[in-house]
Structures are given as C-alpha cells and as structure tokens.
T-cell receptor
Framework: GENVEQHPSTLSVQEGDSAVIKCTYS??????FPWYKQELGKRPQLIID?????GEKKDQRIAVTLNKTAKHFSLHITETQPEDSAVYFC???????????FGAGTILRVKS | SAVISQKPSRDICQRGTSLTIQCQVD?????MFWYRQQPGQSLTLIAT?????????ESGFVIDKFPISRPNLTFSTLTVSNMSPEDSSIYLC????????????FGPGTRLTVL
C-alpha cells in the first residue's frame, strides 16, 4: 500500500521568511495530494491540494509542487506570519482511490 | 460548505467500558471515514463507513473493537469497545462529497481519555 514520508518534523522560521515542507510517496498510481493544517486543539483543515495532471498550484501565499517522476511533492509558504504556526500534514490517495494516507506531520513555528 | 459535527466533543471513560461517537453532516455525502489521532501523532484511518453495509476496516483495526454504523448518507457512529488507556486518542470523522474528487473534510474530533 501507499507510504508517505514527510520532512522536516519541525521547522522554525522568522516572520516574513519562506517555509518549505517536503513529502515523498511510494505508490506511482497515487493521483491526489492534499495538504492539511491543524492548529492546536482544532480539526485538520484542507488548505491546498494538487492532482497528478498538474505540476504546480498556488493560492495566495501558499503553493504546492508535484514531481511525479521523483514521487515527491512540496508545500511552500511565503511571507510567513505567526498565524501560520501549526502542524501541517501531507497526504496521498492510495491505490483504491478514496483512502488518504498521511505523512507524519511538520510542526511549523513562525517567530515574530 | 457542509457542517460536520461530532458528539461528544470529549469524554473521560473507565477501562472496560464502551463509548459511541456520533458524526453528523448537514448534507448528504458520498464517503464517510473514521480516523484516530494519538497524542502528537498523525492521522490513521480506522475504517470506511459504508452506507447500508458493513464498514471496511484497515489493517490493525477490527469490527469487534471498533463497530461502525452508517444508517444513511448524513450520519455515522463509531464505538470504541472494551476500552483501555491505549485507546486514549482523538477520533475524527471525515467526509467526501459526490463530484468533489477525493477531497475530504474533517469533523471537529472527539477527545477520548481512558483511565
């Protein structure tokens, strides 16, 4: 089945700097890659996603890139703000098309 | 967007007892899932709740321990049976909508502590 690895486990950046979180997946048939943000005590929230027919997607300060050949995808946050501090999870759809497999998560701290 | 609610939001239970968690959506959904999130950990899929039939469980999870019901397209329950302290976790339901192409949205979660 699908396996998703996520790095780094923690990331500290200064306010205004960029943050990059990387994930790799194992199943070449995976075709949907969402990113979730989870603030302390809250539910995971879908912030951006990308499908295998697209190489990059942007939404204001966040962007996701996908390299199907290398089987990795990344989340990029520019001009980070303190409210970006949270745990970020990447995920991939497994071969059965509906079951999300999550990475281990990245704790992002934005220092002001 | 749909509103997803869970009851209870949190509970403290004694070892050996069972707790049923409810997930309610304010519109019909195609898919409903149950996840477990242990303290400081990622999300692990327990099972897919199938409307009108038995749930599909992931490796390591069994129906006797985590019975699931889904009587209609807006409601599902997860029961954590014969609880032990190792079952202390956050339990979350997620839903997917017809035509939403794999997107899943999470309920607020139920924080369970087993003493």
């Amino acid at each position: 089945g699908e396996n998703v690895e996520q790095h780094p486990s923690t990331l500290s950046v200064q306010e205004g700097d960029s943050a990059v979180i990387k994930c790799t997946y194992s199943d070449s048939a995976s075709n949907y890659f969402p990113w979730y943000k989870q603030e302390l005590g809250k539910r995971p929230q879908l912030i951006i996603d990308i499908r295998s027919n697209v190489g990059e997607k942007k939404d204001q300060r966040i962007a996701v890139t996908l390299n199907k050949t290398a089987k990795h995808f990344s989340l990029h946050i520019t001009e980070t703000q303190p409210e970006d501090s949270a745990v970020y999870f990447c995920a991939a759809i497994s071969e059965y098309g509906n079951k999300l497999v999550f990475g281990a998560g990245t704790i992002l701290r934005v220092k002001s | 967007s749909a509103v997803i609610s869970q009851k209870p939001s949190r509970d403290i239970c004694q070892r050996g007892t069972s707790l049923t968690i409810q997930c309610q959506v304010d519109s019909q959904v195609t898919m409903m899932f149950w996840y477990r999130q242990q303290p400081g950990q990622s999300l692990t899929l327990i099972a897919t709740a199938n409307q009108g039939s038995e749930a599909t469980y992931e490796s390591g999870f069994v129906i006797d321990k985590f019975p699931i019901s889904r009587p209609n397209l807006t409601f599902s329950t997860l029961t954590v049976s014969n609880m032990s302290p190792e079952d202390s976790s956050i339990y979350l339901c997620s839903v997917g909508f017809q035509g939403a192409l794999n997107e899943q949205f999470f309920g607020p979660g139920t924080r369970l502590t087993v003493l």
